[in-house]
């Protein structure tokens, strides 16, 4: 996980270790996003855990909660992301929609 360019966990509790300490594991450059209905694993609840729940000047400098269920929270990062259509074509085709990569992607 030091080499993740983004961490995102898609709705858990983050209770249950080992996969819980997966969170603080993420690069420190990584930023990381919760899509979940609750907040969770914070850092009040878990070491190295989420901090976008923090007020103080420079507390937080990499994480987000984007609440609600994980198919909105998917859709609104993809639409984000300008990949709104493709994700709308891949659900219509039940994945059958042929989506490019885009040209940095791996093949």
Sequence with gaps: LVDC???IVLG???????FNSLVGLAARSAPRLLVNREPAG???ELARGF???????GENWRDAWHQGD????CKALASALGW????DALIESKGASEIHRAPWAAS
Excluded at 12 to 18: D, E, G, I, R
Aim: charged content about 25%; overall charge negative; hydrophobic content about 30%.
């Design 5 to 7: 360019d983004l961490f």
């Design 12 to 18: 858990t509790s983050l209770v249950v270790a080992p």
């Design 42 to 44: 914070t850092s009040d």
């Design 51 to 57: 901090r976008f729940h923090t007020t103080g000047e």
């Design 70 to 73: 994980c198919d909105s929270g």
């Design 84 to 87: 709104g259509e493709e994700l």
